[in-house]
């Protein structure tokens, strides 16, 4: 199950340079098959979009079926917000999608990216958490571990944290299902 739920939720983080190049690119609903003749094209761009964010809500619904670990009160050294560090380089990947000339370049170009973001083991930053109202945060432990936290939880202060309910992606990355 782990690795299935990693290869969605890399899936989820790449995905939206596919629905970038196709929205520049001009590709419809209408222009791939005549039961859509009469859609206006925003209409095929919206469900380019709704896609990664239906598959997103899906893996955070199938998260409850991941390991559990927890951090407990006082063994939290450091928290840093983690939400505008990643937007830099996932922005690059938008960037990238628009400089993409055709559909061979770009499935040659997401499989590369896919493939990095699944071995770097910690970059399943995905924007589209946030529309679910989720955070990121890097967190410390007083055992000098470095973790990457999806959570719905505001953190401000470090003294009161715990995670008394954390599902684990692998053993860097985990999604706070307390609140």
Known sequence: MNLTYRILLTFNATSLIIVVFLIKEEITLNSLCNDFQCLPHYVSY???????????YLSLLISKFLGTANISKGSILEVENAN??????????????????????????FIILFIFTFLSQTLYFNPLFLIFRYHFYNVTTNNKAKLFIISKNQITKVDDIEFPILKRVNNFTFIDKSK
Do not use: D, Q
């Not at 919206?46 to 997103?56: D, G, H, M, R, S």
């Not at 505008?84 to 993409?100: E, I």
């Open 84 to 109: 505008n560090a990643f937007l830099p380089s996932y922005l690059g990947y938008f960037f990238v999608a628009l400089s993409v000339n055709n559909e061979e370049t770009l499935i040659f170009v």
């Open 46 to 56: 919206v469900i380019y979009f709704l896609a990664p964010v239906i598959l997103t």
